[in-house]
């Protein structure tokens, strides 16, 4: 049975940046696993870290947006 457009989970884009090696590697083994895609494979790996990381009990709802840009550097050092 097909899912409907409203049937769907909706799904954002996410930009991020990884090492080129990781991409590298990533894109190899989807190449050479007709059945993955990228989205898959990254889906998937992000989805153990989350149940990982939660160890069971998901966190507590964010109170606020998340900062944006790179981290500031240590003032401190």
């Known amino acids: 049975m097909k899912q409907t457009r409203q049937t769907r989970k909706r799904k ?11 991409v590298e590697r ?27 990381l939660e160890k069971g009990k998901r966190f507590k709802k964010r109170r606020g947006k998340l900062a944006v840009g790179r981290p500031r550097k240590d003032q401190s050092s």
């Open 12 to 22: 954002e884009r996410v930009t991020l940046s990884l090492s080129a090696d990781m």
């Open 26 to 52: 990533l894109r190899t083994v989807v190449y050479w696993s007709p059945k993955l895609t990228l989205t898959g494979v990254v889906e998937s790996a992000i989805q153990s870290a989350l149940t990982k």
